[in-house]
């Protein structure tokens, strides 16, 4: 009977110190741009999905919407040996895959959100070797449903005059999905794309962008935008020159509480949904489990994370009243 007890006492002191000794873990973020809205929360999914941890801490990095600055944040990141794992919104899905891949071999786990890494920017399996999980969906499905809206939106109209604004063309995803934009829409002779802008993911810099289509286009039919943050400054411009939106199909991408808003009071006409809180929340779990030693998936897609439509418009919004977006604008 003491023979029992004293081995009793004996294994929970030995149980104890290896319950305390759990191994912290360092995360990076590295958003493509910290003071981008939808990549703060990308960031907030993180954190938040951090704080269920109690050895996990994460930091942000800025990329400054640069391929270069990000590029030097992977390898300081190698180099200072303080970090066990990466996340990254990354700006070149292309260039930045050579870093990603020296990180791995070090011993650095990482996983991609928003994006996949690698020169096919619709395969979402892991194109670097070793990379733990891509969270992201493929941005051709998102851009066809988009341009499929807008060709619904056309059909009795002839010509049916379209504004593009894209982030940035020099971004290979934003590439795609004008690419995809154009094939579409190029489809239906009653559909004209009259001007492309970049907005540079800025309110500010599509209303400049805005302006200067609708001095040499007043009389267009829709403006077809990959974000929400480009309609913001695209209704500026539009509510300037004197048109009335509420008479142009206006279409964005991101669902933030600002284009929700909008939809509802009926002055934009939709928007494609993106759920980044969603995608850093398990972009998070997905490397914890790994540096635990579990097996992951591979990709996430971001539309398994939340349920709605691709498309978000008002009808669906008054059908469905308590839906929160996960960003604010």
């Keep these: 009977m003491k023979t029992a007890l004293t081995a009793a006492i004996l294994a929970s002191a030995l149980a104890a110190p290896l319950a305390a000794e759990a ?20 960031y907030d999914g993180i954190k938040e999905a951090a704080s269920g941890y109690d050895n996990v801490s994460t930091q942000i990095f800025d990329g400054e919407f640069s391929a270069t600055a990000q590029f030097s944040q992977v390898e300081d990141i190698v180099a200072g040996g303080k970090f066990d794992a990466i996340i990254i919104t990354p700006n070149d899905t292309v260039g930045i895959a050579t870093a990603l891949e020296d990180a791995v071999k070090a011993g650095v786990k990482v996983g991609t959100t928003l994006f996949p890494v690698g020169p096919e920017l619709t395969e979402m399996e892991p194109q670097v070797p070793g990379l733990t999980v891509t969270v992201a969906s493929d941005p051709v499905v998102g851009a066809t449903a988009q341009a499929n809206a807008v060709v619904d939106y056309c059909a009795d109209k002839d ?44 309110p500010q810099d599509s209303m ?49 509480q600002i284009a929700v808003d909008a939809i509802k009071a009926g002055s934009w006409s939709g928007t494609l949904a993106q759920f980044p809180k969603s995608m850093g929340a398990a972009a998070l779990d997905a490397m914890v489990d790994t540096l635990n030693g579990e097996t992951v998936p591979t990709w996430i897609d971001e539309y398994s994370l939340r349920e709605t439509p691709k498309i978000i418009t008002q009808e669906w919004l008054d059908e469905n009243p308590d839906f929160e977006p996960e960003w604010q604008g």
């Design 23 to 42: 191994e912290d873990f360092n995360i990076a973020f590295l958003a493509a741009s910290s003071q981008n809205g939808f990549n703060q929360a990308i």
């Design 208 to 256: 400049i962008a805005m302006q200067d289509i609708l001095q040499a286009n007043r009389d267009i039919d829709v403006v077809l935008s990959n974000a929400d943050q480009h309609l913001m400054g695209a209704e500026v411009a539009i509510a300037d020159a004197g048109l009335d939106i509420t008479q142009i199909y206006t279409l964005g991408g991101g669902l933030n």
């Design 159 to 202: 010509p049916c005059k379209v504004v593009v604004l894209i982030g940035q063309l020099v971004f290979p995803f934003d590439n795609v999905r004008n690419d995809t934009y154009k094939t579409i829409l190029g489809e239906h002779d009653n559909i004209e794309i009259v001007a492309t802008g970049e907005g540079n993911y800025s």
